[in-house]
């Protein structure tokens, strides 16, 4: 594996099961050239420790529940109890746009909203990761 990849975990905290809009993005990072770990359903604290064991430079979260600011409060707190409060996150679902300000201010890189075109998501990727795409082995 190339170590100069980005290396993305695309995971959906909580149990609804709409997979739609995580299969596409994921592909669309796999096909970017991006190095994705399809976590599925798993708990913050899965995530967490996977993104540990993976070394990952971000962490895609898809919830389409309405209880997005729990899970994603839980992810970050994970995360930063494990030493990885440096990755970036990502946040795809359906997000009251008046809740972006406060999951801005818990970590969330940038959220995407259904129907936002793929190649923008990948693109904000490309933008933002200069240097996790440049990491030394």
Request: hydrophobic share 45%; no cysteine.
């Amino acid at each position: 594996m190339d170590k100069n990849k980005v290396k993305i975990l695309m995971a959906k905290p909580g149990l609804e099961g709409h997979w739609r809009g995580i299969i596409a993005v994921s592909s669309a990072f796999r096909d970017a050239g991006f190095e994705v770990i399809y976590g599925g359903h798993m708990l913050p604290a899965e995530i967490a420790a996977t993104a540990v064991q993976e070394d990952v430079d971000i962490v895609g979260l898809s919830i389409l529940s309405s209880n997005y600011m729990r899970l994603v409060s839980e992810t970050v707190k994970e995360l930063k109890d494990r030493g990885r409060g440096d990755v970036m996150i990502l946040l795809g679902g359906i997000i009251y746009k008046e809740d972006f300000p406060a999951l801005k201010e818990m970590g969330v890189a940038e959220i995407f909203l259904p129907g936002t075109p793929l190649d923008e998501i990948v693109e904000f990727v490309r933008r933002n990761t200069s240097e996790a795409s440049q990491k030394v082995s």
